[in-house]
């Protein structure tokens, strides 16, 4: 191999690392509410910093509300969650940091931002959700279907996140691959296989 085929293949694989680098970085976040905009609370205590490692889907287990923008939807899970309260099954829930997911998705398929991804979020079953990314839609998945407009911004995001933090397909799972729950919901995890095939 002369010197100038040499140099040519070095110019090559820089050229696709280039590529590649740029294609990476270019994956840029869906259009996502912030904290500021819908005039989140402060976190409550102290939180649990994490590395995020996978992407945890849920669903909120309640009747979807078109009738109410996003940003009430938000406040009122943030209250709910900053303080002691029962849950549907009676179960009592004590007052967490902050929502426990770091993203919802509501009904028109707007994305909101719950707590900060850089603390691990809460739960109200048995595993440990850190490093879990968690995603919360709008809805009761055993009986409802999600939205179009759910689906498109559920690709967007875990695209965007499995980009950004580096998890591979076979981490994008369902709040029931790890605990005893009926959460995210049948019709919601129909969509799975396709969201892996969009990470790769």
């Given amino acids: 191999m002369n010197r100038m085929t040499r140099r040519t293949i070095q110019?090559?694989?820089?050229?696709?690392?280039?590529?590649?680098?740029?294609?990476?970085?270019?994956?840029?976040?869906?259009?996502?509410?912030?904290?500021t905009d819908w005039k989140?609370?402060?976190?409550?205590?102290?939180?649990?910093?994490?590395?995020?490692?996978?992407?945890?889907?849920?669903?909120?287990?309640?009747?979807?509300?078109?009738?109410?923008?996003?940003e009430i939807k938000l406040k009122n899970l943030q209250a709910f969650s900053q303080r002691d309260d029962k849950l549907a099954s009676g179960k009592l829930k004590p007052a967490w940091f902050d929502i426990p997911y770091h993203y919802y998705i509501s009904v028109d398929g707007k994305i909101g931002e719950g707590r900060e991804i850089e603390y691990a979020g809460d739960t109200n079953t048995e595993y440990d959700p850190t490093g879990h990314a968690l995603i919360v839609l709008e809805g009761s998945f055993g009986s409802d279907q999600p939205t179009e407009a759910q689906i498109e911004s559920l690709e967007a995001m875990v695209k965007w996140l499995a980009t950004k933090y580096k998890v591979?397909?076979?981490?994008?799972?369902?709040?029931?691959?790890?605990?005893?729950?009926?959460?995210?919901?049948?019709?919601?995890?129909?969509?799975?296989?396709?969201?892996r095939k969009i990470v790769g």
Avoid: W
């Avoid at 591979?168 to 396709?194: M, S, V, W």
């Fill in 11 to 35: 110019l090559l694989v820089l050229a696709s690392a280039f590529v590649i680098a740029v294609s990476v970085s270019a994956q840029q976040a869906p259009p996502i509410i912030s904290r």
């Fill in 40 to 70: 989140a609370n402060k976190p409550v205590g102290e939180g649990k910093k994490h590395k995020i490692e996978y992407i945890t889907i849920h669903h909120t287990a309640t009747k979807m509300r078109p009738d109410l923008p996003i």
């Fill in 168 to 195: 591979d397909a076979h981490r994008i799972k369902g709040h029931r691959d790890y605990a005893e729950t009926g959460c995210p919901g049948g019709n919601l995890e129909k969509l799975f296989p396709e969201l």
